[in-house]
């Protein structure tokens, strides 16, 4: 049983994680930098780095110590390379190929997005079987083949989890990621960054059925998304209402936003399962972590027989623990496990690949803070 130590800050988590097996979560400690980007509205690149640097071993030791672990005990160090925010992948990789060399221990580079996918194998004492809250199920025998639906704050992908550490992507979206959408609209609504937590907080007090938004990309029978409409229909319905003097119920809007996200993430990803004839759903990422969206999907997975893995909440959104988890799955294919010095892929895709140019940036969140998605995308056009 490999005993891995994972480390993640490709955007504003700094995260370590002791992982045994690939499933098994012996401690998992996450730093949130939320409260220092949150004035801006969304993710500073540069200060997201400065903090890394400064959280980074105090998260380390104290995932070693709750986890009663020594450096000695690891088999590996894994680390994401990609994609993220560039400044924030070299704090990361640095300090973990530092560490590995200093422990002379493995060390693993890891795709931050294929490492949601295994989220899904992870195992804790606080999951919990189906509930009508739509509270994730653990699933310790989990193995693929299955359909994953990533949903974060910079992708949302549809793939099919072959065999492990095969995955062959089926759809994504053209344009915002699902959690920008939550970003975006929250930032409209005056509710603050992160936006998807305060949106599905106020989504449980409105009606869903209040105002009619367009639910994209639905009827079209393929498996890609597209949310920037949705932000659109949003803006010209306020300014109607202001136009005509009407009152604006914000929670009936936040639940009306999200019903429609949640009718287009559910429909495609029951559609995957159908095309690819797989019987297994995981949901994944930090949008994963939305109460509607659970609801929904325990309900639909019930109704279908369809076996559904959905991870708690803490492992939807960015943790070491997943990236542990692949990098257990990655040495047991015998991956390439030693790459000196580690190069960082800020625009890694799924598979391995790069995303195309002029797609939107890799973490692209809504908002993304002053000038951050600018600053992204002109550094990816410089390289
Ligand atoms: O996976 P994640 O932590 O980071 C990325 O890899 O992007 O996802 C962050 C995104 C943000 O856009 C945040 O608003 C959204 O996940 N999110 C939610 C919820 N919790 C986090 N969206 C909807 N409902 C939630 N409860
Ligand atoms: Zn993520």
Known sequence: MSLVL??????????????????????CVTASQVDIHRRYGGVVPELASRRHLEAFLPVVDEALTRAAVSPLDLDAVAVTVGPGLAGALVVGTAAASSL?????????????????????FLESAEDAAPSADGRGRRLPDLEPPFVVLIVSGGHTSLAELTRHVELRPLG??????????????????????????AIDRLAAEGDPAAVAL?????????????????KTALVYHLA??????????????????????????VEKAFRALRLTGCSTLAVTGGVAANRGLRRALAARAA??????AVPEPRYCTDNAA????????????????????????????????????????????????????????SARRRR
């Not at 060399?101 to 490492?115: D, F, G, I, S, T």
Request: with cysteine; net charge neutral.
């Open 100 to 120: 590995a060399l200093a422990w002379k221990k493995r060390l693993v580079p890891v795709n931050h997005l294929e490492a949601h996918a295994y989220a899904a």
């Open 214 to 230: 367009p639910r994209p990309l639905l009827k079209d029978g393929g498996l890609d998304f597209s949310f920037s409409g949705l």
């Open 240 to 265: 109607a209402a202001r136009e005509r003097g009407e009152p604006v119920e914000v929670a009936d809007l936040a639940a009306s936003f999200q019903a429609a996200v949640v009718d287009v993430l």
């Open 303 to 308: 109704q279908e027989g369809v076996t559904l």
């Open 6 to 27: 994972g480390l993640e800050t490709s955007c504003d988590e700094t995260s370590a994680a002791v992982v045994e097996g690939g499933r098994k979560v012996l401690a």
């Open 322 to 377: 997943m990236i542990a988890g692949l990098a257990h799955f990655l040495l047991a294919a015998g991956r390439p496990s030693f790459e000196e010095p580690l190069r960082v892929e800020p625009s890694l895709a799924l598979g391995g690949g790069r995303k195309p140019r002029g797609r939107r940036g890799a973490r692209g969140r809504g908002g993304g803070g002053p000038g951050s998605q600018r600053r992204e995308a």
């Open 172 to 197: 994504e979206t053209r344009d915002d990621a699902a959690g920008e959408a939550f970003d975006k609209v929250a930032r409209l609504l005056g509710l603050g960054y992160p936006g998807g937590p």
